[in-house]
C-alpha cells in the first residue's frame, strides 16, 4: 500500500507527467547542401589557416622585436634577418591565399553558367575556324594552280629533253 502510494505521488510530481509548454522559438531553417559545406569550410579550413598564418606573423614579430642579443652576435643578426625576410614573403603569400580563394570560390560561381557560355564560344570558335579555311582556300587556289601548271611544264621539258638527247652521250 504505501508502494502504491508512491508511485501516484512520484507520478503527479514527476517532470514525465507535465506536457511541453510550447515556446517561441521556431524551427531552425534547414540549410542546404552547399550552404553547410560553406560553413563547414569556413571553420575547418579557412580560419584555422587564418589563426595560423597570423599566430606565426606575431610569433616572427616578437623574436625580431623583443631578440636581446640582436646586435651582439653574428648568429642573433642572422636569425633577425631570416625574420625580416621571412614576414614579408609571409604576408605576400598570404596575399596570394586570398587572391587563389578568390579564384576558386569565383570558378565555383562560374560553374552554373559555364556550360551555356562555353557552348557559345565553342560556336563562334568554330565558325572563326571555318571562314579561316575556307579564306586560306581561296587564297591558296591560285597558288596551287601556279604550281601545279610549273610542275606540268618542267615534267614536259623533261620528256622532250629525255627525245632529243636519246642516243646522245653526255
Known sequence: MFFNTLRVV?????????????????????????????????????????????????????????????????????AAALVAIALPLMLLSLVFLLVLVALITGAGKASAWLPGAGAQVLAVFRSINARAQSGSRALLKPLMTIGQKSAELQFLSARLRSRFTKGKVR
Open 10 to 78: 512520484f507520478w503527479t510530481f514527476s517532470c514525465y507527467n507535465i506536457p511541453m509548454n510550447e515556446t517561441n522559438f521556431s524551427a531552425p531553417i534547414p540549410r542546404t547542401p552547399e550552404q553547410i559545406h560553406a560553413r563547414e569550410r569556413f571553420w575547418q579550413i579557412l580560419l584555422p589557416l587564418i589563426l595560423v598564418c597570423v599566430l606565426l606573423t606575431v610569433g616572427f614579430t616578437f623574436l625580431l622585436l623583443y631578440s636581446t642579443e640582436l646586435g651582439s652576435s653574428t648568429q642573433s643578426l642572422a
